[in-house]
């Protein structure tokens, strides 16, 4: 059985099931989905590139503001990395090689967590670090403090009831959140997928509370014709990570908006697939076969984490926040390997891709969150230099 399949049949059992239901299927399935297929899904024989693809430069990056950070929070003998969705580990390896390298106080202090569902990517993600696994200094597990509350790095009553992490942590997220699951919801109410004569179609029926609250506060409503994002998952799970830390950081990359920019009559009807590096509207053609994304609502976000005590800045873009960090050497992180002036020229190449309107630098925004930590020490951090203040 293939996913359209397994998708036609739970329709012809439960009838018409909601477009969220559907986007969770073809991307999450434990079989079929799209991140548990063994097919390549990222870098030039993927279906799309993330900024660690471009150039290790976004992990050195990184790392530096990370060490900025456990400074922030008065250098404490453990910290943790937790990465939503690591993908194939190149961040991860890049932070973590980078972090050994230049910073070894912080290396010594630096537990890195890759939280994965996918089954066949978290053996990729051991292979990919198994000196650091073996080491100690990372882990991939499909759950980030879970259940127990106990691990093999950690003594019993290390966390507290709530299974808060009791060490400071810093949760990354890059390219996450836009694939979690989303209802859709227009004019019509909020869409259903149906099957008619062996086809996909979409039916209609009355929006829910919790879909309508969505809106009115973090959204807008549909006008004629348009179509909307009701994000509840990804908003669940911001709730669900940012209650696991006592004190820390989060760090939120992904293309999105704030509600702001949704008054102004953008980022309406972003649903997207992606299959060998075509964008298309359609999600319905090649079901488990083709990523599905939806642009991240950091103004829901926000509020999210500010509702579990955490402090949130105003958002930013990928350019903004990256110059932030490179500006005091130059980029000397990008260019320390580099021996021919055309090593050189490659790399500014790449770089440019990361920070420049052109490439990735505009089109990616930063959400950065604190709780625990001094206010002018957050406001201090490199990355937030060019650009400070409140989330809306």
Not at 364 to 379: I, W, Y
Request: hydrophobic fraction near 40%.
């Amino acid at each position: 059985m293939n996913l359209r399949e397994k998708i036609e049949q739970e329709i012809g059992k439960r009838g018409p099931i909601p477009f969220s239901r559907y986007m969770e299927l073809c991307l999450y399935d434990p079989e079929l989905g799209y991140y548990s297929r063994q097919a390549e899904k990222f870098g030039k024989g993927g279906d799309f590139y993330t900024s660690s693809d471009v150039h290790a430069v976004f992990g050195r990056l990184l790392a530096r503001q990370f060490e900025e950070m456990w400074r922030a929070l008065g250098s404490p003998g453990r910290i943790e990395v937790a990465e939503l969705g690591p993908g194939r580990g190149l961040f991860a390896r890049d932070v973590l090689a980078w972090s050994e390298k230049k910073f070894p106080d912080f290396f010594r202090a630096l537990e890195y967590w890759l939280v994965e569902r996918s089954a066949s990517l978290c053996r990729r993600l051991e292979t990919t670090l198994e000196r650091h696994v073996v080491r100690g200094k990372a882990r991939v597990d499909g759950q980030w403090h879970e259940a127990d509350g106990q691990d093999a790095h950690r003594s019993a009553g290390s966390e507290s009831e709530a299974g808060a992490s009791a060490s400071p942590v810093i949760v990354f997220a890059n390219e996450f959140f836009d694939a979690l699951p989303v209802e859709v919801l227009s004019q019509k109410g909020s869409l259903r997928v149906d099957l008619r004569e062996g086809r996909f179609v979409e039916v209609w029926v009355p929006a829910s509370g919790a879909e309508l609250e969505f809106l009115d506060r973090y959204g807008v409503h549909p006008e004629a014709g348009e179509r909307v994002e009701a994000p509840l998952a990804a908003l669940e799970e911001m709730t669900r990570v940012a209650s696991r830390v006592e004190h820390g950081f989060a760090v939120i990359i992904d293309y999105g908006y704030t509600r702001d920019e949704q008054l102004a009559g953008r980022h309406r009807g972003t649903i997207m697939s992606y299959r060998e590096h075509q964008a298309s509207p359609n999600p319905y053609t090649a079901p488990g076969e083709q990523d599905l994304t939806a642009h991240v609502n950091f103004t829901a976000l926000a509020a999210a984490a500010g509702q579990q005590g955490f402090r949130t800045q105003k958002v930013l873009t990928q350019s903004t926040f990256l110059l932030g960090i490179g500006e005091a050497n130059q980029f000397a992180d990008a260019f320390e390997e580099c021996r021919l002036p055309q090593e050189r020229a490659k790399v500014a190449l790449q770089l440019k891709h990361l920070v420049t309107p052109a490439g990735l630098g505009e089109t990616f925004h930063v959400l950065v969150a604190s709780k625990g930590v001094n206010e002018g020490d957050v406001r201090n951090l490199s990355g937030l230099r060019f650009g400070q203040g409140h989330a809306e």
